[in-house]
């Protein structure tokens, strides 16, 4: 069908979902956020109070997870087991702690075979941080986003509502901690695949990063 699938990866807050989503939408593709199924994971595990130490129970409770990712005007709707949880999971308390439920093999594994699958027909644009290296080695297009993680906060910063009462220098520590657990966990770890193409973002508009990965993909089609 003349399709091809993106592989977006990069550290927390580079804007990988935005841009992976506009560029979806571009190419009239599908857009698939693979952080959103590890944060439904972790949401659902949290309210049943399963801590990721435990990780027979984890797995055990995740087979009985059915994610679904739906598109959106807005973006894309996660569900879980049925329930709209697409708010619930950009929680703090989700952000927090979703690095280490993501360093559970078993999991891996069931999200990856997943994501494969959602792949498969070709045209989607997929987002997260071991696309390239793991879930779609043969990805025509791939992309490694980054931007300092300075840059990285000020633009949660800019995302958030003022009643949360974060400050600039939590969500730098925040992030820089998110990265540091996904950079150094063993099983798919955050990494820029040998044959992907490095954007630094720090300086270009959201319209600047999408304009420059919808022409790659029209020069390897
Ligand atoms: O992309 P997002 O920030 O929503 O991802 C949340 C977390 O999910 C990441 O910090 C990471 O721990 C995990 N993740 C992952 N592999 C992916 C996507 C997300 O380990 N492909």
């Known amino acids: 069908n003349g399709k091809m699938n993106v592989a977006i990866d990069g550290p ?8 992976a989503r506009l560029v979806a939408e571009a190419l009239e593709y599908i857009y698939v956020d693979t952080g959103a199924m590890y944060r439904a994971v ?4 949290i309210r049943k109070g399963i801590s990721p130490d435990n990780v027979t129970e984890v797995l055990q409770e995740a087979h009985k997870l059915v994610i679904d990712l739906q598109p959106d ?9 049925g329930e709209d ?3 619930e999971i950009r929680s703090r308390e989700v952000t927090g702690i ?6 559970i093999e078993g999991l ?10 959602m792949a498969l027909r070709k045209g989607v644009v997929m987002d997260g941080r071991d696309i390239g290296t793991t879930v779609l080695p043969d990805a025509e297009v791939k992309i490694f986003m980054t931007a300092s993680v300075e840059e990285r906060a000020l633009r949660r910063f800019k995302e958030l509502d003022p009643s949360e009462g974060l400050t600039l220098k939590q969500l730098e520590r925040d992030i ?3 990265d540091k657990l996904d950079e150094e966990r063993e099983i798919s770890p955050l990494r820029c ?3 992907a193409t490095v954007l630094d973002t720090t300086n270009m508009s959201i319209h600047e990063v999408v304009d420059k990965i919808v022409s790659y993909c029209t020069m390897v089609r």
Not at 42 to 45: E, K, N, P, Q, R
Not at 73 to 81: A, L
Not at 98 to 103: E, F, G, K, P, W
Request: some cysteine; charged content about 20%; glycine content about 8%.
């Open 98 to 103: 979703v690095s280490r439920y993501a360093q």
């Open 85 to 87: 949880v697409t708010s």
């Open 12 to 19: 927390a807050g580079a804007g990988k979902s935005t841009v």
């Open 176 to 178: 820089a901690t998110r």
């Open 108 to 117: 891996r594994s069931q999200l990856v075979d997943t994501q494969r699958q």
């Open 193 to 195: 695949a040998e044959d």
């Open 73 to 81: 005007p807005g973006g894309q709707k996660v569900f879980c087991n």
């Open 42 to 45: 972790t949401l659902h595990m």
